[in-house]
């Protein structure tokens, strides 16, 4: 290893030390060298360690500092370790009993939450044994049959609680949903219905929401509500119903819209419609009244209301950053923590879900014509392909070394963890995200392809041996682990299994080549997906895959993107999209020894002529030593390498040391058996 220029520095040999006193020069001489080696002798003094405990039966009177005498709130906890000097405290521990932390505002983290230095990294970690839980729910008791015999439970609701889900003994409940009860025609406002329409005398039908499954693309499913209904005639909310139905289409003859996305409109009837009164009739469904502040459920089989924990989520934000670069933390960590019952209730109000792809959505009175479409239009917002993140229950930016370690997202109304523009250096090891409306892990974003200094960049981020399933539980087009534009950053032996849409979606902004015109530039480079599990995927969507891949990836096959190793078996869809899929403007990526079988779908999909380059060739890829069903045939032109590739029909074909290679590493097989507290 070479000595930085600093080490080198201060590496230097020192000169001989002269003291002109006079006579007194030997002495003085002699004195320094028994004061240096008297130096070098005394004992060096270790920092002192600092912990904190807090449990939920804790009160913050305590002083926190034993177990037997905890905090009682993570905020206090919190104060306490700002107070700390860390540049000359030992290692910083809060330390969390098991049970529940009731959140009523986000815990916020600043640069005064860091680490560093003797420190090290500041951990909140759970009690040896103990499975704490970080909340944003609240409890909803007083459950009582609505009438003898009947079905149907309810209880209070707190006033002013709006919320999408309601969680019965952990357990997911539906929002009350059913077939379209008549035959409807599509206008500018909406629609018009047969005469005597039943949804006209339903109970508070601006709370009804239309859902479209395909909506807008395959790989969307739209959300709508309604503003008013009469005998004759829906009138649907705005903006979601212009953002769905009008966004702007392209004057060249290419039939495509300015987004490059999808369609100009929802144009089929909606598949489903959630959120009547009316419409509950099965276990496991419920509806809240907002106006009478009251939750009607109908009980699964062996539900005991009188005793269930139901919980509703109430707080959005569960733990986030200031999100400013000025303030950023570093060396934070969090280790055996569930982070659960955060709210998201955008798609309650008229924005809806207008969706573009992969839970990003148009937003805003004109969103349907401007929002992200820059240079193509006038009045177009910049950049291009900037539309609306759904948010993280846990939202990191601007940070440095956090990390995330046995922690678990589970029961959450939005999106998971989001570790977006500028989160440097952050690991998730061993998480498991589960039952998440949205997204589980968003990293990096869309709004800043062409960062103005390093600071924004999202890079170096490492995920590994964490366990996805069910997730995008609500919003079906929600993927596993989506990243925008990221940099330095791996994806390795993680599982992901049983999601509705795509696994894995890496890249941004490269469909301008649907109209011949180049990729949005971007930072990102150097990023790689590799050994990974991936299975019973697509069970609901269509157009995507185990591993999706979008726009520049890097300026050369060597800084391009690297997807090796991975393990995929049973794609569940039977048409469009394909397994390892590299779509618009995706330059300059390595698809190299992966093993996928059980497919209804192509292995690889496709070559796209490279219009960033503008020299006839295509979007530079390599593919090679790949184990695949239906694969392509060997190519060796236009900046595209297709060979040593194996045909097979299933997973005896493929060399054992793929397979045992593919998923969590043995050490961290545990979180496949991890259950929610």
């Excluded at 520049?552 to 869809?573: P, Y």
């Excluded at 219009?611 to 236009?638: L, M, Q, R, V």
Aim: hydrophobic content about 35%.
């Amino acid at each position: 290893m070479f000595p930085t220029r600093q080490q080198a520095r201060f590496a230097k040999p020192v000169r001989g030390f002269r003291l002109f006193i006079g006579p007194y020069r030997v002495a003085a001489a002699v004195l320094c060298t028994l004061l240096s080696v008297g130096a070098l002798a005394l004992p060096a003094h270790a920092a002192t360690a600092v912990t904190y405990f807090v449990s939920p039966s804790g009160s913050d009177s305590n002083p926190g500092t034993s177990a037997d005498t905890p905090f009682h709130t993570l905020a206090k906890a919190q104060t306490a370790v700002r107070a700390i000097d860390k540049s000359t405290s030992g290692p910083i521990t809060v330390t969390l009993a098991g049970g529940v932390y009731r959140l009523t505002k986000t815990l916020t983290f600043t640069a005064a939450d860091s680490g560093g230095g003797s420190a090290g990294t500041v951990w909140w970690k759970a009690a040896p044994g103990q499975s704490p839980v970080i909340s944003g729910g609240v409890q909803i008791t007083g459950w009582a049959r609505t009438s003898a015999g009947s079905s149907i439970w309810s209880a209070p609701a707190p006033t002013g609680l709006d919320t999408r889900q309601l969680y019965v003994g952990g357990v997911r409940a539906q929002r009350a949903t059913g077939a379209l009860p008549v035959s409807l025609t599509q206008t500018a406002t909406g629609y018009t219905t047969a005469s005597g329409d039943p949804m006209a005398g339903w109970r508070n039908p601006s709370s009804i929401e239309f859902v479209y499954r395909g909506g807008l693309g395959l790989w969307t499913e739209p959300r709508c509500p309604v503003a008013s209904v009469t005998s004759t005639a829906i009138t649907m909310a705005q903006p979601c119903w212009n953002n769905s139905t009008q966004r702007v289409m392209r004057t060249d003859g290419s039939g495509r819209t300015y987004n490059l996305v999808g369609r100009k409109s929802v144009t089929e009837a909606p598949t489903a419609v959630e959120n009547a009164y009316e419409l509950l009739d099965e276990p496991g469904e419920f509806y809240l009244d907002k106006n009478e502040h009251r939750f009607y459920y109908i009980p699964r089989s062996g539900e005991d209301l009188t005793t269930a924990d139901v919980e509703a989520p109430s707080l959005d934000t569960l733990a986030a950053t200031s999100g400013s670069a000025s303030d950023e933390p570093s060396h934070v960590g969090f280790q055996g923590i569930q982070f659960s019952y955060a709210n998201y209730t955008a798609s309650n109000t008229g924005t809806g879900f207008s969706e573009i792809q992969a839970t990003y959505q148009v937003t805003g009175t004109t969103g349907y014509a401007t929002q992200g479409l820059c240079q193509f239009v006038s009045g177009g917002t910049c950049p291009y392909g900037n539309w609306t993140k759904m948010p993280g229950a846990v939202r990191f930016t601007y940070d440095k070394n956090i990390h995330f370690d046995h922690d678990y997202f589970v029961h959450l109304g939005a999106a998971g963890l989001d570790l977006g523009n500028g989160s440097q250096n952050d690991t998730v090891t061993a998480c498991v995200f589960t039952d998440i409306s949205g997204n589980g892990l968003d990293l990096g974003g869309v709004d800043t392809p062409q960062p103005s200094s390093s600071a924004q960049h999202t890079s170096g981020i490492t995920v590994k041996d964490s366990h996805f399933y069910d997730t995008a539980a609500e919003y079906h087009g929600g993927v596993a682990i989506d990243a925008g534009y990221i940099e330095t950053s791996t994806i390795t032996h993680n599982q992901i299994d049983h999601v509705p849409y795509t696994a894995i979606s890496i890249g941004w902004g490269g469909w301008p080549d649907k109209v011949s015109l180049p990729a949005q530039p971007n930072y990102s480079n150097n990023n790689t997906i590799s050994d990974n599990l991936i299975y019973d995927h697509m069970s609901l969507l269509g157009d995507g895959g185990a591993v999706y891949t979008n726009g520049i990836t890097g300026t050369s096959m060597a800084s391009g993107e690297k997807v090796t190793g991975n393990v995929v078996h049973d794609q569940l869809n039977t048409s469009g999209g394909h397994v390892l899929y590299t779509d618009n403007g995706a330059t300059y990526v390595s698809i190299l020894g992966n093993a996928v079988w059980n497919i209804n779908v192509s292995p690889w999909g496709s070559k796209h002529v490279n219009y960033t380059a503008g020299d006839g060739t295509y979007d530079p890829t390599d593919i090679e030593g790949n184990y695949w069903p239906n694969g392509p045939s060997d190519y060796d032109s236009k900046n595209v390498l297709i060979q040593n590739n194996h045909a097979i029909t299933g997973a005896a074909q493929v060399p054992s040391s793929i397979i045992a290679a593919g998923g969590i590493e043995s050490q961290y097989q545990t979180v496949l058996s991890w259950q929610p507290a």
